[in-house]
């Protein structure tokens, strides 16, 4: 059997939402959209049911699938529906939809509801993806108050910057959502992962934990609060000793400088591991850390075996505990986010 396998330690997962709900104050819905970031939306929901206030998924499918899984708590589409006739199984599952735009809000208000439905009512406070600008959502949310369909509103945004502490756009972004809102009473939800964390005027009703959630810092590096999640790993199977000026790989894009053993792994992009990841980029072996030689080709990746000890049958570990997802995001000029949504190919093992 091919040994690319993903740990997923749902303890470190119950960690970082407790971590993040104490950090944060009021309650916390645990985002497990596109597959909880590539680590197994059904299991990591399980693994929360018993604390988390509520989960948040991007599309109905992943509401449906939770619902069909046995997960009764909240769910929250992020996005809404894409389709009028949608707002059917919104009912049916008892989800509560964000409204963004007009259709949605008129689509919402005409269709036959059997009970009212809780609404998650946007705002577009500076971001320009989505949800109503903030001269136009009193308006909206009267529209949605005066309808009998309607229970609850959440006033929520979302921060296009709220990684880059410099920058001001959160503020900016503050000012505006807290204008928008004057005079509109009801529960609000601003804080992402990185809002959560630095800002804490952000941290209103209800908190979002997304990258954060799975151990990752949305600022790079290393946060000590938070355990990874997920670790990939897999093997040494092969291995050679090249002698010096030697090239390696795709394009012979490295040479070696100096007598080198080589080890061979499976994985590669096929598998979801960037094939930017350069020359450089950091693996650990047994535990010490080494380096990539050469390009990632679809299958398999060369590394440098640097003690002698190390060779065939080695685990290799590709992120997670002795190596930062984030620094194999930053050799590959990405962000952490990808990386653990595209892995696939992969044996997932869940531990508890």
Known sequence: MRPLNAQIRLDHLRHNYQTLKQIHGGKLLAVVKANAYGHGAVRCA????????GFAVACIEEAVELREHGISQPIVLLAGVFDAAE????????????????????ALIAH???????????????????????HNYAAAYTALKQSRNVGNIVKFSHFSSADEADSGM???QLEAFDLGCEGLPGEESLANSAAMLACPAARRDWGRAGIALYGISPF?????????VMRLSTR????????????????????????TRVGLIACGYADGYPRRAATDTPVAIGGSRSRIIGRVSMDMITIELDASQQGIGDEVELWGDTVNTNEVAAAAGTIAY??????????FTYFD
């Open 236 to 259: 040494v199977f092969g291995e050679r000793v090249l002698q010096p000026h030697s090239p390696i790989g795709y394009g012979a894009a490295f040479y070696t400088k100096k007598s």
């Open 338 to 347: 990808e990386l653990l949504c595209n892995v696939k190919r992969a044996k």
């Open 46 to 53: 399980h693994a929360l049911a018993d604390m988390a206030d």
């Open 112 to 134: 036959r509801w059997q009970q009212p439905v809780d609404v998650w009512l946007k705002m577009d406070s500076g971001m320009h993806r989505s949800g109503f600008f903030p």
């Open 220 to 228: 790079g590096g290393i946060d000590e609060r938070l355990r990874p």
């Open 170 to 172: 959160t503020e900016m």
């Open 87 to 106: 707002y059917a199984l919104v009912e049916r599952y008892r989800l509560w939809p964000a409204v963004g735009s007009q259709w949605q809000l008129e």
